[in-house]
């Protein structure tokens, strides 16, 4: 049971251009949604975190959006740079629930010159 | 300082062998978790530990897979009679207990190709 569902499978953006990745849930005791950046060969990182009582977050290029009521939040890439190519996972967490992460299916994001 | 180290980083394993996949957690970081990323896919989790207690296993997809912790420190994932559904990166992350959020880090996993 795929309970984050997360699109597009890949993207391709310009160098300078916004990224965006979308991620929705069903689980309403999903109380933390990180977004983490995985490089080949190596594992995921933490990127940017957001819990339910904002309805965005800023740091930096990266800024998430969340929609509680849609049970939707999103990752805006703003600026994107050839160094962003990477595949990036959106997760959920039940706080207290042992902390375990349950991740999206990924998307692949390449920025081109 | 050090990160999540993992090791080792490929195995190949014949269909039928056991297999053990080590992992070295960040220092002082009380709580462990396996996660498994299938080709193309995100992480899946298997299993959870606080300290040398295993807390969650929901995540282990069958009793062949099995993971210990005995001295709270370093962890071992066991796969015994390995099938070739068993290939994927196995990942290791850890974190500190303290903070509101505390943030899961990971290693860079085992590849594990079973043949």
New interface residues.
């Given amino acids: 049971q795929q309970q ?1 569902k ?1 699109s597009p499978q890949s993207l391709i953006v310009q160098k300078g251009g916004i990224s965006i990745i979308n991620c929705a849930y069903e689980n309403t005791a999903f109380d ?1 949604f990180p977004w983490y950046q995985q490089f080949p ?6 990127l940017i ?1 957001i ?1 339910p009582d904002v309805s965005e977050k800023k740091e930096g290029r990266f800024t998430i959006s969340f929609n509680k009521s849609a049970k939707q939040f999103s990752l805006h890439i703003m600026d994107s740079q050839p160094g962003d190519s990477a595949t990036y ?1 959106c ?1 959920a967490r039940v ?1 207290g629930g ?9 998307t692949q994001l390449k920025v081109e010159l | 300082g050090a990160g ?1 180290s993992q090791s080792p980083r490929y195995k190949v394993a014949k269909r039928g062998q056991d297999v053990a996949l080590r992992c070295d957690p960040i220092s002082g970081h009380v ?1 462990l ?1 396996w ?1 498994q990323q299938a080709l ?6 298997l299993t ?1 530990f606080q300290n040398e207690a295993q ?2 296993k929901s ?1 282990l997809p069958s009793d062949r897979f099995f993971a210990e912790r005995p001295e709270g420190s370093v962890s071992t994932l066991k796969i015994q009679r390995t099938q070739q559904e068993d290939s994927a990166v196995y ?1 290791c ?1 850890s ?1 500190h207990r303290t903070g ?5 880090y ?4 085992t590849r594990l190709t079973v043949t």
């Fill in positions: 984050v997360q933390y060969g190596k594992g995921p990182a933490l975190a819990r996972f997760a706080t042992g902390n375990k992460l349950t991740f999206g299916t990924g | 999540v709580s978790f996660y193309g896919q995100g992480p899946e989790f959870y807390l969650d995540g990942l992350a974190s509101r959020d505390p943030e899961q990971f290693g860079p996993g």
